[in-house]
């Protein structure tokens, strides 16, 4: 499967991959996804906001166990981040089918679209139209870097936008969703346990910065008269790592827009996205209000305008503690104590948490790299992941 997966939307020039929502990548992957299924001879269904399905059982019976994460990526993600959720869900359903399980609920792997966010800028987009957390109107308001809205992209894919929307009649259907991931950071022990379990999500948003100055000629304007945005800007990215250690909280600008973009022209706007997360709520508002102070003071003392939005928000997640639990006492049967972690990272499992019991399990990063080409998960470990995995859908799925 991994060599199958590994060359869709993946960059000759940087190693990593770009399978952006509703583009061609995208629809490689998607159909990567229906070929697995169709070989395993699961039946195949793409949802109202274009997740794709895969069910072994009746999917209306209700009380279902699904598994599965995404296979979208950021840009020039790595090739763990997603995929090794699908993966494993697959192979954990070989597996199972090798020990001759007998299954007493439905059970579905599961490919959510548009997880990353990285072509409208809003994260879990899929699983926030099921859960009612995305309107139907906010969608249709978002747009690309080129201007692409998302019904427009969608329709280019061959799906109809119109039909988007909650979807709480097949949320009720599933009993529990458990989501395997490669860690994003190194909280597990390189010595210890290859596979942990999530505790919580750390709350989490992303805000638009929109500094406006005026733009001028790079060599004919005098320090005096400039109203240069870039200015600002850099001294609020500054004021952002500050905060966020200050609090023990991560605080990142990793996206930014200039116009009109010249090398030889003071900019006229400096647009950033500042992604801020922290252990919990009061901290991050302490992080996010400190850093829009100073933003306003440095952009005043240019005289320069700003604009904040906040463009996402996710609050604490808290995972169901009785499935959190059962997945412990599933895995303590086999291999001990497991290692019970928190992640600043946001998920699909996240967002399905308000609607459904979920869970999570993590497989050990040796670097923490992630979200870049680096990012890595050595095979043994993996194989770990998928035993883990069929563990528990053995013990949630078939006693």
């Not at 061609?24 to 229906?34: I, Q, S, V």
């Not at 992303?206 to 200015?231: Q, S």
């Not at 320069?304 to 997945?327: I, M, N, Q």
Request: net charge negative; with cysteine; aromatic share 6%.
């Amino acid at each position: 499967m991994w060599r199958s997966l590994r060359p869709l939307g993946r960059s000759d020039a940087t190693g990593g991959y770009r399978r952006y929502a509703w583009t061609a990548a995208d629809a490689d992957c998607r159909l990567w996804f229906r070929m697995q299924a169709e070989a395993r001879r699961l039946d195949v269904e793409t949802d109202r906001n274009g997740n794709q399905w895969a069910w072994l059982g009746d999917p209306t019976a209700g009380d279902a166990v699904v598994t599965g994460s995404h296979l979208d990526s950021v840009p020039d993600g790595g090739a763990f981040d997603g995929p090794l959720g699908v993966v494993s869900a697959f192979a954990a359903l070989d597996e199972l089918r090798a020990r001759g399980v007998s299954f007493r609920r439905p059970l579905a792997i599961v490919n959510f679209g548009d997880e990353e966010g990285a072509r409208f800028g809003l994260a879990c987009v899929g699983s926030r139209l099921a859960a009612g957390q995305l309107t139907r109107e906010k969608a249709f308001e978002l747009r690309d870097a080129d201007g692409v809205s998302l019904p427009r992209a969608m329709e280019a894919a061959g799906y109809d936008p119109e039909a988007i929307g909650p979807d709480p009649e097949r949320l009720a259907r599933i009993g529990a969703f458990v989501e395997l991931h490669v860690e994003q950071g190194r909280a597990l022990d390189l010595s210890g346990d290859p596979v942990g379990i999530a505790s919580a999500i750390w709350p989490h948003g992303r805000w638009r910065y929109d500094f406006r100055g005026e733009a001028n000629h790079a060599g004919t304007t005098r320090i005096a008269d400039r109203r240069d945005p870039m200015l600002p800007y850099a001294e609020t990215v500054l004021a952002a790592r500050r905060e966020a250690e200050l609090a023990g909280a991560v605080a990142t600008f990793g996206k930014i827009a200039v116009e009109p973009n010249g090398v030889n022209a003071i900019p006229s706007l400096v647009r950033g996205w500042l992604d801020a997360r922290a252990a919990d709520e009061a901290t991050l508002d302490e992080v996010i209000g400190g850093i829009q102070n100073a933003a306003r003071e440095h952009a005043a003392r240019h005289g320069v305008e700003l604009g904040v939005t906040r463009e996402s928000f996710t609050p604490v997640v808290d995972f169901e503690h009785a499935l959190r639990d059962e997945l412990a006492r599933i895995l303590g049967e086999s291999a001990g104590k497991v290692p019970v972690l928190g992640t600043g990272a946001g998920h699909d499992a996240g967002i399905l948490s308000a609607s459904v019991p979920t869970a999570m399990l993590f497989v050990r990063n040796p670097t923490g790299v992630s979200h870049s080409p680096a990012e890595f998960a050595a095979e043994d470990d993996c194989l770990a992941g998928v035993r883990a995995l069929a563990d528990v859908l053995e013990g949630l799925a078939c006693h």
